[in-house]
Protein backbone atom coordinates (compact mmCIF):
# COMPACT_ATOMS: atom_id res chain seq x y z
CA UNK A 1 0.00 0.00 0.00
CA UNK A 2 2.68 2.52 1.06
CA UNK A 3 4.35 1.65 -2.57
CA UNK A 4 1.28 2.19 -4.07
CA UNK A 5 0.65 5.33 -1.96
CA UNK A 6 3.83 7.02 -3.11
CA UNK A 7 3.23 6.14 -6.60
CA UNK A 8 -0.39 7.86 -6.85
CA UNK A 9 1.04 11.05 -5.20
CA UNK A 10 3.84 11.22 -7.51
CA UNK A 11 1.50 10.21 -10.66
CA UNK A 12 -1.00 13.35 -9.21
CA UNK A 13 2.13 16.38 -8.94
CA UNK A 14 2.98 14.75 -12.65
CA UNK A 15 -0.54 15.47 -13.92
CA UNK A 16 -0.98 18.67 -12.82
CA UNK A 17 2.53 20.02 -13.94
CA UNK A 18 1.58 18.61 -17.72
CA UNK A 19 -1.19 20.25 -17.36
CA UNK A 20 0.14 23.57 -17.14
CA UNK A 21 2.99 22.80 -19.03
CA UNK A 22 0.68 21.84 -21.98
CA UNK A 23 -2.05 24.81 -21.83
CA UNK A 24 1.49 27.41 -22.74
CA UNK A 25 2.69 24.68 -25.24
CA UNK A 26 1.68 25.52 -29.36
CA UNK A 27 2.46 22.45 -30.70
CA UNK A 28 2.12 18.78 -28.52
CA UNK A 29 3.39 16.93 -30.51
CA UNK A 30 6.83 18.07 -31.22
CA UNK A 31 7.60 17.98 -27.43
CA UNK A 32 9.80 15.56 -26.11
CA UNK A 33 11.75 15.63 -22.75
CA UNK A 34 15.39 14.27 -23.81
CA UNK A 35 16.70 15.68 -20.90
CA UNK A 36 14.39 13.15 -18.81
CA UNK A 37 14.43 10.19 -21.24
CA UNK A 38 18.23 10.41 -21.40
CA UNK A 39 18.57 10.66 -17.59
CA UNK A 40 16.37 7.61 -17.14
CA UNK A 41 18.09 5.18 -19.48
CA UNK A 42 20.99 6.04 -17.05
CA UNK A 43 18.84 4.81 -13.87
CA UNK A 44 17.90 1.69 -15.61
CA UNK A 45 21.42 0.63 -16.19
CA UNK A 46 22.64 1.72 -13.01
CA UNK A 47 24.78 4.71 -13.96
CA UNK A 48 23.24 6.63 -11.02
CA UNK A 49 26.02 9.51 -11.28
CA UNK A 50 25.27 10.13 -14.68
CA UNK A 51 21.88 10.32 -13.92
CA UNK A 52 21.73 12.91 -11.19
CA UNK A 53 23.97 15.12 -13.42
CA UNK A 54 21.33 15.88 -15.61
CA UNK A 55 18.70 16.33 -13.13
CA UNK A 56 20.37 18.25 -11.25
CA UNK A 57 20.83 20.26 -14.75
CA UNK A 58 17.24 20.47 -15.09
CA UNK A 59 16.57 21.96 -10.88
CA UNK A 60 18.65 24.64 -12.33
CA UNK A 61 16.67 25.51 -15.29
CA UNK A 62 13.97 27.87 -15.63
CA UNK A 63 11.64 24.57 -15.61
CA UNK A 64 12.86 22.77 -12.63
CA UNK A 65 9.42 20.93 -12.39
CA UNK A 66 10.49 18.93 -14.95
CA UNK A 67 12.25 16.29 -12.54
CA UNK A 68 9.20 15.06 -11.22
CA UNK A 69 8.58 13.11 -14.87
CA UNK A 70 11.49 11.35 -13.69
CA UNK A 71 11.54 7.52 -12.75
CA UNK A 72 14.60 7.51 -10.73
CA UNK A 73 13.83 6.23 -7.47
CA UNK A 74 11.59 3.72 -8.96
CA UNK A 75 14.60 2.56 -11.38
CA UNK A 76 17.10 2.78 -9.10
CA UNK A 77 15.48 0.55 -6.22
CA UNK A 78 14.71 -2.42 -9.25
CA UNK A 79 18.12 -2.01 -10.68
CA UNK A 80 19.95 -2.43 -7.22
CA UNK A 81 17.75 -5.39 -6.07
CA UNK A 82 18.43 -6.52 -9.34
CA UNK A 83 21.75 -6.03 -9.19
CA UNK A 84 21.95 -8.19 -5.57
CA UNK A 85 20.03 -10.97 -6.79
CA UNK A 86 22.60 -11.83 -9.81
CA UNK A 87 26.07 -10.75 -8.10
CA UNK A 88 25.47 -11.36 -4.49
CA UNK A 89 22.66 -14.55 -4.50
CA UNK A 90 20.83 -12.53 -2.16
CA UNK A 91 17.30 -13.04 -2.30
CA UNK A 92 15.93 -10.62 0.81
CA UNK A 93 15.93 -7.06 -1.14
CA UNK A 94 13.87 -8.38 -3.99
CA UNK A 95 11.37 -10.07 -2.19
CA UNK A 96 11.06 -6.80 0.34
CA UNK A 97 10.34 -5.70 -3.47
CA UNK A 98 7.76 -7.96 -4.35
CA UNK A 99 5.82 -7.36 -0.70
CA UNK A 100 5.60 -4.14 -1.24
CA UNK A 101 4.45 -4.36 -5.02
CA UNK A 102 2.18 -7.56 -3.72
CA UNK A 103 -1.16 -6.69 -4.91
CA UNK A 104 -0.11 -5.71 -8.31
CA UNK A 105 1.97 -8.87 -9.02
CA UNK A 106 -0.80 -10.64 -8.18
CA UNK A 107 -3.56 -8.41 -10.29
CA UNK A 108 -1.21 -9.48 -13.48
CA UNK A 109 -0.72 -12.64 -12.08
CA UNK A 110 2.88 -12.88 -11.65
CA UNK A 111 5.22 -15.69 -11.16
CA UNK A 112 8.28 -14.10 -9.87
CA UNK A 113 7.21 -14.39 -6.40
CA UNK A 114 6.92 -18.29 -6.56
CA UNK A 115 9.74 -18.32 -8.55
CA UNK A 116 11.92 -16.38 -5.48
CA UNK A 117 10.52 -18.52 -2.89
CA UNK A 118 11.51 -21.50 -5.01
CA UNK A 119 15.52 -20.58 -5.23
CA UNK A 120 15.14 -19.99 -1.30
CA UNK A 121 13.74 -22.99 -1.06
CA UNK A 122 16.79 -24.44 -2.80
CA UNK A 123 19.25 -22.71 -1.72
CA UNK A 124 18.33 -24.08 1.86
CA UNK A 125 18.59 -27.60 0.54
CA UNK A 126 21.51 -26.51 -1.32
CA UNK A 127 23.38 -26.53 2.14
CA UNK A 128 22.27 -29.29 3.71
CA UNK A 129 18.98 -27.44 5.61
CA UNK A 130 16.33 -30.08 4.47
CA UNK A 131 14.60 -29.09 7.61
CA UNK A 132 14.50 -25.67 7.16
CA UNK A 133 13.24 -25.86 3.69
CA UNK A 134 10.36 -27.79 4.67
CA UNK A 135 9.18 -25.41 6.60
CA UNK A 136 9.88 -22.40 4.34
CA UNK A 137 8.03 -24.67 1.60
CA UNK A 138 5.47 -24.71 4.09
CA UNK A 139 5.47 -21.48 5.14
CA UNK A 140 6.29 -19.56 1.55
CA UNK A 141 6.59 -21.42 -1.72
CA UNK A 142 3.20 -23.88 -1.42
CA UNK A 143 1.17 -21.08 -0.69
CA UNK A 144 2.66 -18.77 -3.36
CA UNK A 145 0.91 -21.15 -5.50
CA UNK A 146 -2.56 -19.37 -6.57
CA UNK A 147 -5.68 -21.37 -5.68
CA UNK A 148 -8.85 -22.18 -7.47
CA UNK A 149 -10.72 -19.90 -5.41
CA UNK A 150 -8.62 -17.00 -6.67
CA UNK A 151 -10.55 -14.29 -7.43
CA UNK A 152 -10.86 -12.53 -11.02
CA UNK A 153 -12.00 -9.73 -13.04
CA UNK A 154 -15.46 -11.62 -14.81
CA UNK A 155 -15.01 -9.99 -18.16
CA UNK A 156 -18.42 -9.02 -20.01
CA UNK A 157 -18.72 -11.97 -22.56
CA UNK A 158 -18.53 -15.67 -21.94
CA UNK A 159 -15.55 -15.79 -24.54
CA UNK A 160 -13.52 -13.91 -22.45
CA UNK A 161 -14.17 -15.49 -18.96
CA UNK A 162 -13.26 -19.36 -20.94
CA UNK A 163 -10.11 -17.65 -21.89
CA UNK A 164 -9.28 -16.34 -18.49
CA UNK A 165 -10.06 -19.41 -16.65
CA UNK A 166 -7.80 -21.65 -18.84
CA UNK A 167 -5.25 -19.15 -18.79
CA UNK A 168 -5.27 -19.52 -14.89
CA UNK A 169 -5.67 -23.11 -14.72
CA UNK A 170 -2.70 -23.54 -16.83
CA UNK A 171 -0.61 -21.03 -15.31
CA UNK A 172 -1.08 -23.02 -11.62
CA UNK A 173 -0.91 -26.28 -13.05
CA UNK A 174 2.43 -24.96 -14.81
CA UNK A 175 3.66 -23.70 -10.94
CA UNK A 176 2.06 -26.81 -9.30
CA UNK A 177 5.13 -29.24 -11.69
CA UNK A 178 7.79 -26.61 -10.73
CA UNK A 179 6.47 -27.05 -6.71
CA UNK A 180 6.52 -31.03 -7.22
CA UNK A 181 9.95 -30.70 -8.92
CA UNK A 182 11.43 -28.58 -6.35
CA UNK A 183 9.93 -30.70 -3.34
CA UNK A 184 11.11 -33.64 -4.93
CA UNK A 185 14.95 -32.94 -4.99
CA UNK A 186 14.67 -33.83 -0.65
CA UNK A 187 14.16 -37.21 -1.87
CA UNK A 188 17.77 -37.30 -2.69
CA UNK A 189 20.97 -36.77 -0.45
CA UNK A 190 22.95 -34.98 -2.71
CA UNK A 191 20.08 -33.93 -5.03
CA UNK A 192 22.69 -31.71 -7.06
CA UNK A 193 24.38 -34.50 -8.10
CA UNK A 194 21.30 -36.82 -8.48
CA UNK A 195 21.67 -37.44 -12.14
CA UNK A 196 18.15 -36.30 -12.79
CA UNK A 197 18.72 -32.93 -15.32
CA UNK A 198 15.38 -31.58 -13.95
CA UNK A 199 16.34 -31.49 -10.47
CA UNK A 200 20.05 -30.83 -11.28
CA UNK A 201 19.24 -27.55 -12.98
CA UNK A 202 17.51 -26.21 -9.97
CA UNK A 203 20.79 -26.03 -8.28
CA UNK A 204 22.41 -24.12 -11.50
CA UNK A 205 24.95 -21.01 -10.31
CA UNK A 206 23.07 -19.86 -14.22
CA UNK A 207 19.72 -19.70 -12.06
CA UNK A 208 20.62 -16.65 -10.88
CA UNK A 209 21.03 -14.65 -14.10
CA UNK A 210 17.72 -16.37 -15.16
CA UNK A 211 15.71 -14.74 -11.94
CA UNK A 212 17.32 -11.69 -12.30
CA UNK A 213 16.29 -10.99 -15.71
CA UNK A 214 12.58 -12.23 -14.72
CA UNK A 215 12.27 -10.20 -12.24
CA UNK A 216 13.60 -7.12 -13.70
CA UNK A 217 11.10 -7.62 -16.86
CA UNK A 218 8.17 -8.21 -14.06
CA UNK A 219 9.18 -5.44 -11.96
CA UNK A 220 9.50 -2.60 -15.17
CA UNK A 221 5.30 -4.72 -16.23
CA UNK A 222 4.42 -3.79 -12.47
CA UNK A 223 5.63 0.27 -11.94
CA UNK A 224 4.05 0.58 -15.91
CA UNK A 225 7.87 0.83 -17.70
CA UNK A 226 8.47 -0.70 -21.26
CA UNK A 227 10.32 -4.33 -20.19
CA UNK A 228 12.40 -5.44 -22.62
CA UNK A 229 14.20 -2.01 -23.53
CA UNK A 230 13.99 1.83 -22.42
CA UNK A 231 12.64 4.98 -23.99
CA UNK A 232 15.73 6.15 -25.15
CA UNK A 233 16.77 2.71 -27.14
CA UNK A 234 13.05 2.69 -28.27
CA UNK A 235 13.40 5.70 -29.69
CA UNK A 236 16.86 4.95 -31.59
CA UNK A 237 15.72 1.58 -32.66
CA UNK A 238 12.77 3.71 -34.68
CA UNK A 239 15.07 6.25 -36.29
CA UNK A 240 17.95 3.39 -37.05
CA UNK A 241 14.81 1.36 -38.99
CA UNK A 242 13.69 4.31 -40.84
CA UNK A 243 17.52 5.30 -41.63
CA UNK A 244 19.07 1.93 -42.28
CA UNK A 245 19.55 0.49 -45.89
CA UNK A 246 20.96 -2.71 -46.70
CA UNK A 247 24.48 -1.39 -47.39
CA UNK A 248 25.33 0.00 -43.96
CA UNK A 249 27.18 -0.89 -41.85
CA UNK A 250 28.89 -3.82 -43.74
CA UNK A 251 32.59 -3.42 -43.64
CA UNK A 252 32.71 -0.10 -42.97
CA UNK A 253 33.77 0.09 -39.08
CA UNK A 254 36.84 -1.80 -40.43
CA UNK A 255 37.60 1.65 -42.53
CA UNK A 256 36.26 4.32 -40.36
CA UNK A 257 38.72 2.90 -37.58
CA UNK A 258 41.63 4.66 -39.92
CA UNK A 259 40.53 7.63 -40.48
CA UNK A 260 41.95 10.33 -38.11
CA UNK A 261 40.78 13.86 -39.05
CA UNK A 262 39.35 13.24 -42.37
CA UNK A 263 42.10 11.06 -43.38
CA UNK A 264 42.56 7.42 -44.90
CA UNK A 265 46.59 6.46 -44.35
CA UNK A 266 45.74 3.51 -47.57
CA UNK A 267 48.54 1.75 -46.75
CA UNK A 268 47.24 0.25 -43.72
CA UNK A 269 44.28 -1.29 -45.56
CA UNK A 270 46.22 -3.27 -48.09
CA UNK A 271 45.62 -7.07 -46.86
CA UNK A 272 48.16 -9.78 -46.38
CA UNK A 273 48.80 -11.79 -49.43
CA UNK A 274 46.63 -14.61 -48.53
CA UNK A 275 43.73 -11.82 -48.47
CA UNK A 276 44.34 -10.04 -51.58
CA UNK A 277 43.10 -11.85 -55.29
CA UNK A 278 45.88 -9.88 -57.23
CA UNK A 279 49.20 -11.53 -58.16
CA UNK A 280 52.17 -11.23 -55.39
CA UNK A 281 53.98 -8.80 -58.05
CA UNK A 282 51.61 -6.46 -58.46
CA UNK A 283 51.18 -6.51 -54.94
CA UNK A 284 54.37 -5.76 -53.77
CA UNK A 285 54.54 -2.84 -56.56
CA UNK A 286 51.62 -1.20 -55.57
CA UNK A 287 52.80 -1.93 -51.93
CA UNK A 288 55.67 0.38 -52.58
CA UNK A 289 53.84 3.11 -54.06
CA UNK A 290 51.42 3.26 -51.36
CA UNK A 291 54.22 4.25 -48.91
CA UNK A 292 52.77 7.78 -48.72
CA UNK A 293 49.00 8.28 -47.17
CA UNK A 294 46.74 9.96 -49.28
CA UNK A 295 44.14 12.49 -48.24
CA UNK A 296 40.34 11.72 -49.03
CA UNK A 297 38.19 14.48 -48.39
CA UNK A 298 35.21 13.79 -46.39
CA UNK A 299 32.19 16.10 -46.44
CA UNK A 300 31.30 17.85 -43.21
CA UNK A 301 27.79 18.13 -44.55
CA UNK A 302 25.64 16.57 -41.73
CA UNK A 303 22.53 15.94 -44.19
CA UNK A 304 24.76 14.12 -46.35
CA UNK A 305 26.22 11.69 -44.12
CA UNK A 306 24.09 8.64 -43.06
CA UNK A 307 24.33 8.04 -39.27
CA UNK A 308 24.11 4.66 -39.61
CA UNK A 309 27.83 4.80 -41.49
CA UNK A 310 29.23 7.53 -39.66
CA UNK A 311 28.94 6.15 -36.21
CA UNK A 312 29.77 2.29 -36.60
CA UNK A 313 31.22 2.06 -32.65
CA UNK A 314 27.09 2.41 -31.59
CA UNK A 315 25.27 1.44 -34.60
CA UNK A 316 27.22 -1.53 -35.66
CA UNK A 317 25.75 -3.19 -32.11
CA UNK A 318 22.13 -1.66 -32.04
CA UNK A 319 21.55 -1.90 -35.65
CA UNK A 320 22.41 -5.55 -36.34
CA UNK A 321 18.94 -6.87 -35.42
CA UNK A 322 16.79 -4.04 -36.95
CA UNK A 323 15.14 -4.84 -40.35
CA UNK A 324 16.07 -2.35 -43.28
CA UNK A 325 13.11 0.01 -44.07
CA UNK A 326 12.76 -0.17 -48.22
CA UNK A 327 12.72 3.19 -49.60
CA UNK A 328 10.63 3.90 -53.04
CA UNK A 329 12.71 6.67 -53.95
CA UNK A 330 16.50 6.91 -52.72
CA UNK A 331 19.45 8.84 -53.35
CA UNK A 332 22.89 7.45 -53.35
CA UNK A 333 25.40 8.65 -51.22
CA UNK A 334 29.19 8.13 -51.66
CA UNK A 335 30.53 5.29 -48.81
CA UNK A 336 33.58 7.50 -47.68
CA UNK A 337 32.83 11.16 -48.83
CA UNK A 338 28.91 10.84 -47.71
CA UNK A 339 28.20 13.33 -50.14
CA UNK A 340 25.73 12.54 -53.26
CA UNK A 341 27.50 10.85 -56.22
CA UNK A 342 26.57 12.15 -59.53
CA UNK A 343 28.48 9.56 -61.49
CA UNK A 344 30.16 6.32 -60.55
CA UNK A 345 31.93 3.32 -60.99
CA UNK A 346 31.95 -0.40 -60.11
CA UNK A 347 34.96 -2.23 -59.25
CA UNK A 348 35.68 -5.77 -60.26
CA UNK A 349 34.47 -6.95 -56.85
CA UNK A 350 31.06 -5.02 -56.80
CA UNK A 351 31.75 -1.70 -54.39
CA UNK A 352 31.25 1.56 -56.00
CA UNK A 353 32.57 4.70 -55.51
CA UNK A 354 32.00 8.13 -56.94
CA UNK A 355 34.21 9.62 -59.37
CA UNK A 356 35.68 12.10 -56.95
CA UNK A 357 36.14 9.73 -54.48
CA UNK A 358 38.16 7.51 -57.41
CA UNK A 359 40.52 9.80 -58.05
CA UNK A 360 41.49 9.97 -54.73
CA UNK A 361 42.39 5.81 -54.59
CA UNK A 362 44.69 6.03 -57.58
CA UNK A 363 48.13 5.25 -56.60
CA UNK A 364 50.98 8.50 -56.74
CA UNK A 365 52.33 6.42 -60.00
CA UNK A 366 49.10 6.25 -61.75
CA UNK A 367 48.84 3.00 -62.13
CA UNK A 368 46.92 1.26 -59.97
CA UNK A 369 43.47 1.76 -57.63
CA UNK A 370 42.25 0.05 -54.50
CA UNK A 371 39.41 -0.85 -52.52
CA UNK A 372 39.15 0.86 -48.67
CA UNK A 373 36.72 -1.58 -48.20
CA UNK A 374 38.96 -4.93 -49.08
CA UNK A 375 42.09 -3.65 -49.54
CA UNK A 376 42.09 -5.53 -53.06
CA UNK A 377 44.44 -3.72 -56.28
CA UNK A 378 43.30 -3.31 -59.41
CA UNK A 379 45.41 -1.55 -62.48
CA UNK A 380 43.77 1.34 -63.77
CA UNK A 381 42.94 -0.11 -66.72
CA UNK A 382 41.50 -2.77 -65.76
CA UNK A 383 38.17 -2.77 -68.39
CA UNK A 384 36.20 -4.48 -65.40
CA UNK A 385 36.05 -1.00 -63.70
CA UNK A 386 33.39 0.20 -65.15
CA UNK A 387 30.58 3.21 -65.41
CA UNK A 388 27.46 2.86 -63.20
CA UNK A 389 24.45 4.61 -64.17
CA UNK A 390 21.42 5.11 -61.83
CA UNK A 391 18.15 4.55 -62.82
Given at each position: MKAEKETLENLNIRIKYLQQFFQSLSSISNYIDYDIIIADYFYRYGYTEAGDIILDGIKQSKDPLRIHLSDRDILIEIYQASSILRNNHTLHPVLQWCHNYGSRLRRMESTIEFSLHRQQFIEYLRVGKKQQAIEYASSQLAPAVPSNSTETIIPPSETSTTTVSSTNDTLRTTMIHQLQTAMSALAFADPQHCNVPEIEKLFSLSEWKVLGELFMKEAYRAVGLPIESS?????????????????????????????????????????????????????????????????????????????????????????????????????????????????????????????????????????????????????????????????
Open positions: ILETLLTIGITVTKCDTCVKSFPQVLAKMNKHTIHRHEMIPTDTETSTTSTATNEALSSLSQPITIPISDNAENNCPICTIPEYFVVAAANIPSLRHSVSKIYDSITHEFMDSAFSFPNGYIYSQKTLANLITPDSKYIFCPHTGEIFTVNDTNIKRVYFV
